[in-house]
């Protein structure tokens, strides 16, 4: 089983930008779903965006398309969220897992119910 650790959190003003990245314990690789998560206070977690290397899919909510950027570098066991013109509503806690009990990334990937491996999260507070 995949464990992950979240890093890159902070404060940041909106219009501004952060990568967060999510080291995979032992490792990972290409045929594995990999997915970002966030979940704000009082809210339901919601999946952000999804990734399958092998193929080459990648998968956003709608909420952050064309400002956020899911990549993978399987070097380093990283996945990464490039997070661009941040709004204050991007603020939440966010959360990386993995799906290895397919092949692909599920079409309901962003309920996130048949990940795994989540870790403790890294927090994203974004101001006006």
């Known amino acids: 089983q995949v464990q992950v650790v979240e890093s890159g959190g902070g404060s940041v003003q909106a219009g501004g930008s952060l990568r967060l990245s999510c080291v995979a314990h032992p490792y990972i690789d290409s045929d594995t779903c990999m997915g970002w998560f966030r979940q704000a206070p009082g809210k339901e977690r919601e999946g952000v965006a999804a990734i399958y290397k092998l193929a080459d899919y990648i998968y956003y909510a709608e909420f952050v398309q064309g400002r956020f950027t899911i990549s993978q570098d399987n070097a380093k066991n990283t996945v990464y969220l490039q997070m661009n013109s941040l709004k204050p509503e991007d603020s939440a806690q966010y959360y990386c897992?993995?799906?290895?009990?397919?092949?692909?990334?599920?079409?309901?990937?962003?309920?996130?119910?048949?990940?795994?491996?989540w870790g403790q999260g890294t927090q994203v507070t974004v101001f006006s």
């Open positions: 897992a993995a799906d290895k009990k397919v092949p692909f990334c599920r079409d309901d990937w962003y309920r996130g119910t048949y990940f795994g491996g």
